[in-house]
């Protein structure tokens, strides 16, 4: 066996970049990379590479990654200098990658590898963005399903960029479409909705999306929230509008109340009980107030974080790895 380096520098050298995301995966790398390689290897072309982005693994996340090689592929190992998430470590393998064709993958095996070669023959069709959706959803709960299924609905409601249902980060990307993300300034990243408004030629490809193959899920239920907070803010006003539009109703609502309150006392002479209906209505304004100043507060904090300009990421150490061939015996 012999390390051929591999001068592939410049984004038109290289086909396909697969990024793949790691927090937490030191059980499943070796699988994962095992059969991402078996895939690559029985790909024509050899001119792929593949971005490991260590989020700030807790555990030997980074230590595997070192590890790794491939006979058909540059390896190229990232590793954050903290967790800050995973649309950061997206971001970060984004700004890294070089391919004509770029792929973002999970390492949990959730996203499978084997869908590759689909998700290249639908690129040289002509397509800008191949999206793969999941028609079923192996190995999460009800409640999360059924979340998901509401988040959707309320994000195709309020977004004014479409984003699919049940259409995660598992996508394939052009060159074109990642180099106008990549001229995105924004700080408060939500890959999904990113990954969705350049537009351009777009297709969709349905699979059975399998349990974890090891490990667990490292997303907790208030980071979900977070994240679809994040998604719904970033690309919609309409939580805002909806706010005036709540205002608007009550203060309606009020009117015609304080008008029948009026008729009620000066025409027909009744007393109107106050303090059950007074405590009712109090308590009503202010909870509509309590969700009004916090929608405010969604994306006034979003609005400070842009202004402190902060990186999305910071990059404590690089390694690159060339491809391991094998030497053949030459025949005489």
């Not at 590898?113 to 290249?120: F, R």
């Amino acid at each position: 066996m012999q390390l051929v380096s591999d001068k592939l520098s410049q984004p038109k050298d290289i086909l396909l970049s697969v990024i793949v995301p790691v927090y937490n995966e030191e059980q499943v790398l070796p699988i994962f990379h095992h059969r991402l390689d078996q895939v690559l290897s029985a790909l024509p072309n050899e001119r792929l590479e593949v971005i490991y982005v260590n989020d700030g693994s807790s555990d030997d996340s980074w230590e595997v990654m070192l590890s790794l090689s491939s006979c058909c592929a540059a390896l190229e190992c990232i590793n954050l200098s903290r967790n800050f998430g995973k649309e950061a470590a997206m971001t970060a393998g984004i700004d890294h990658c070089k391919g004509q064709a770029v792929m973002l993958l999970d390492a949990d095996l959730q996203d499978p590898p084997e869908l590759i070669p689909d998700m290249l023959a639908a690129w040289q069709q002509g397509f800008d963005v191949v999206n793969m959706k999941r028609t079923a959803r192996h190995g999460e709960s009800w409640f999360k399903k059924c979340s998901a299924g509401i988040y959707y609905k309320l994000l195709d409601h309020l977004a004014d960029v479409p984003v699919q249902k049940n259409v995660g980060d598992f996508r394939l990307i052009s060159r074109r479409v990642i180099d106008e993300i990549k001229q995105l300034s924004e700080k408060n990243r939500y890959m999904k909705g990113i990954l969705s408004w350049p537009g351009y030629k777009q297709t969709t490809i349905e699979f059975d999306r399998p349990a974890r193959e090891a490990g667990k899920t490292k997303w907790s239920f208030p980071q979900l929230v977070g994240l679809a907070l994040s998604g719904i803010t970033a690309f919609s006003v309409k939580p805002l509008r909806l706010s005036v539009w709540a205002g608007v109703i009550i203060s309606l609502a009020a009117f015609l109340l304080a008008f029948w309150v009026l008729i009620k006392t000066a025409l027909l002479g009744e007393v109107v009980q106050g303090y059950p209906s007074l405590m009712l209505v109090q308590l009503l304004l202010g909870g509509v107030q309590l969700i009004a100043i916090g929608v405010c507060g969604e994306y006034i904090g979003r609005i400070y974080t842009e202004v402190k300009g902060r990186p999305c990421y910071l990059v404590m150490e690089i390694e690159h790895k060339v491809r391991i061939v094998k030497e053949q015996k030459k025949h005489a």
